[in-house]
């Protein structure tokens, strides 16, 4: 059975750091790019970053210089760093496999990650 | 980047009817066009691929069609699970993906 088990959320004060895993298993984890993806409570969907096969990464400016995307493949493992946390990143994060073409199958469960003082 | 507008934001139906969800995209997307169901506190996931193609294991009474900039989800009976939130997503413009805000499927 494909598998995505993200982990790592919690509450953090706004400027901290915090890092989320993604643990998958059922399918040859290095041959996927694989996403995040946020959902604050009630809103919708926002992509949040990015990593191909061959470790490129990318995301959106809302993000970008405060996350970083990695990935081992030995472990089977996305990893989320993310640093200089606001209230406004807040959110459900999920992890999501990219299709053969660029759909998101399967998504993880999601971890909530609370920014407060 | 690509916007995504959903339409209506909320749908109200009755079991048994059909329900026809709007999705359009700020400039074409060709056929890179997915939707996705979530119930409350569920991850989404994958119905339809490609603009028309169900993933597996979705139920034949959800169909997708469009092209370009115009996309519709269609639900050919509603049953009590259907009740959700549906998002489009485009994947046209790896990997900056963009999702519409959802349409909220809700009993009548």
């Known amino acids: 059975e494909v598998q995505l088990v993200e982990s790592g959320g919690g509450l953090v004060q706004p400027g901290g750091s915090l890092r989320l895993s993604c643990a998958a298993s059922?399918?040859?984890?290095?041959?996927?790019?694989m996403h995040w993806v946020r959902q604050a409570t009630g809103k919708g969907l926002e992509w949040v970053s990015a990593?191909?096969?061959?470790?490129?990464?990318y995301y959106p400016g809302s993000v970008k210089g405060r996350f970083t995307i990695s990935r081992e493949n030995a472990k089977n493992s996305l990893y989320l760093q993310m640093n200089s946390l606001r209230a406004g990143d807040t959110a459900v994060y999920y992890c999501?496999?990219?299709?053969?073409?660029?759909?998101?199958?399967?998504w993880g469960q999601g971890t909530l990650v609370t920014v407060s003082s | 980047e690509i916007v995504m507008t959903q339409s209506p934001a909320t749908l109200s139906v009755s079991p048994g009817e059909r329900a026809t969800l709007s999705c359009r995209a700020s400039q074409s997307v060709s056929s890179n066009l997915a939707w996705y169901q979530q119930k409350p506190g569920q991850a989404p996931r994958l119905l339809i691929y490609g603009a028309s193609t169900r993933a597996t294991g979705i139920p034949a009474r959800f169909s997708g069609s469009g092209s370009g900039t115009e996309f519709t989800l269609t639900i050919s009976s509603l049953q009590s699970e259907d009740f959700a939130v549906y998002y489009c997503q485009q994947y046209n413009n790896w990997p900056l993906y963009t999702f519409g805000q959802g349409t909220k499927l809700e009993i009548k």
């Open positions: 059922g399918f040859t984890f290095s041959s996927y790019d």
């Open positions: 990593i191909g096969t061959a470790g490129d990464t």
């Open positions: 999501a496999r990219e299709g053969r073409e660029g759909w998101f199958d399967p």
